[in-house]
């Protein structure tokens, strides 16, 4: 199963309303994950099932959608969410991720 | 607290066979969950290797398929990565973490690199 993430490269502000949208090959019901990662850092896992908040993430990030299309909002951004975000699937045992998005800032 | 920590050697040359360990604290394997691996090649994305059930049960990436070996040591609390005749395209990144509902517990990551 293929994940396609749009846009790849995102340039934002403090503030601003941004989101990320990851589209797979075939449907994958809500078997969608979202996660961030930071230069040097192992990737932190912010949203599973396609919308539910692993705990101990700000409630300004949100995902939603099922099948084939998903996207992840971030409501405002804060100086600390310039970072990549990678979508992944596990809906089958062969799990895949999207090609990532790079949030800067503008 | 769960923690997840990666070991093995930095180096290894071409055709040979890359061996990775994970080790598992505060959480017993034997309790349960998938355990996986994960790559990330120097300024690239993440490549989901492969991953275990606590009973043994693999899956692995088609496109590693061949050349990939995941183990669990319950005794030990670890799972191992071995992937073999190793080129260049298999420097990176390697990252073991836990799969619940998603990868929600990493390792810091380790550095491979391959090279004569």
């Known amino acids: 199963i293929q994940l396609t993430q749009s846009p790849s490269f995102l340039s934002a502000s403090v503030g601003d309303r941004v989101t990320i949208t990851c589209r797979a090959s075939q449907g994958i019901s809500s078997y969608l994950a979202w996660y961030q990662q930071k230069p040097g850092k192992a990737p932190k896992l912010l949203i599973y099932a396609a919308s539910t908040l692993q705990s101990g993430v700000p409630s300004r990030f949100s995902g939603s959608g099922s099948g084939t299309e998903f996207t992840l909002t971030i409501s405002s951004l804060q100086p600390e969410d310039f970072a990549t975000y990678y979508c992944q699937q596990l809906n089958s045992y062969t799990y895949s991720f999207g090609q990532g998005t790079k949030l800067e800032i503008k | 607290q769960v923690q997840l920590q990666e070991s093995g050697p930095g180096l290894v040359k071409p055709s040979e066979t890359l061996s990775l360990t994970c080790a598992v604290s505060g959480y017993s394997i034997s309790s349960g969950y998938y355990w996986g691996w994960i790559r990330q090649p120097p300024g690239k994305g993440l490549e989901w290797i492969g991953s275990?059930?606590?009973?043994?049960?693999?899956y692995y990436n088609p496109s590693l398929k061949s050349r990939v070996t995941i183990s669990v040591d319950t005794s030990k609390n670890q799972f191992s990565l071995k992937l073999s005749s190793v080129t260049a395209a298999d420097t990176a990144v390697y990252y073991c973490a836990r799969r619940r509902l998603a990868f929600d517990i990493w390792g810091q990551g380790t550095m491979v690199t391959v090279s004569s």
């Open positions: 275990i059930y606590h009973s043994g049960s693999t």
